[in-house]
């Protein structure tokens, strides 16, 4: 099977102690992972994955609970990762539980930072919000996998003509790295806060940086055209 080597091969350069303590929070107490129970009875062939997973997931949950300073979380007792022989979705996590795409997996066994998404959904677990924060939700779910887990991972080039601050995932994660570095690293912490108590998280950019959304987005948007 072609898929270890390549697994193994990204396990063994994750980011650095220091690199990550820079963004990591000291937590009064560190929250371990839950007991993940794996079930790959619609896709037994993904046995070795679903461990490589689940090793992986063991090890980022109790730095997700930092990077986002979850004192206020209470963890779930156990986790299930379940392969589907038919899912349209690569991955998604319902409470407890995070479905994984049998056809996907096989298809790109490399993607371990689904794994760490969809992780990121289950710490996040945040009450219903009478506010639009979707798109937030998921914007610091793939903060978290593209500028924490593998942030040396190459970006899709934004198409600033039509995105916006509001496109969710990628779009979403790379403006608020850019504006974390930029004014505050406390900001997504701050946001993952307003969240869990369902509060409204817009405020918390103008408290942060000054500014409003709107205009961190006019910044970021200066700030990656190509210079001449
Ligand atoms: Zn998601």
Request: charged share 25%.
């Amino acid at each position: 099977m072609l898929a270890a080597p390549i697994l193994a091969m990204l396990l063994v350069a994750p980011p650095t102690k220091a690199e990550l303590a820079r963004y990591v929070y000291p937590l009064a107490k560190p929250i371990r992972c839950p007991k993940i129970l794996i079930d790959t009875k619609e896709a037994p062939d993904l046995q070795a994955w679903a461990e490589t997973a689940r090793s992986l997931a063991t090890s980022w949950f109790p730095q997700l609970c930092q990077l986002l300073a979850t004192e206020e979380f209470k963890r779930p007792k156990s986790l299930r990762f379940v392969f589907r022989a038919k899912q349209d979705a690569p991955a998604y996590c319902a409470g407890d539980e995070i479905s994984f795409s049998a056809e996907w997996v096989r298809k790109y066994p490399d993607d371990l930072g689904i794994v760490i998404h969809e992780l990121t959904h289950v710490v996040q677990a945040y009450p219903a919000n009478k506010n639009d924060v979707g798109w937030l939700v998921e914007g610091i779910a793939d903060y978290t996998r593209w500028w924490r887990y593998e942030p040396e991972a190459p970006r899709t080039r934004i198409d600033f003509s039509r995105a916006s601050y509001r496109d969710a995932y990628r779009t979403t994660a790379a403006w608020l790295a850019w504006t974390s570095q930029r004014y505050d690293l406390r900001l997504v912490p701050a946001l993952d806060r307003n969240l869990r108590r369902a509060e409204d998280p817009m405020p918390t950019f103008v408290k942060f940086t000054g500014k409003t959304a709107d205009a961190l987005w006019a910044e970021f948007r200066e700030a990656s055209q190509p210079k001449r």
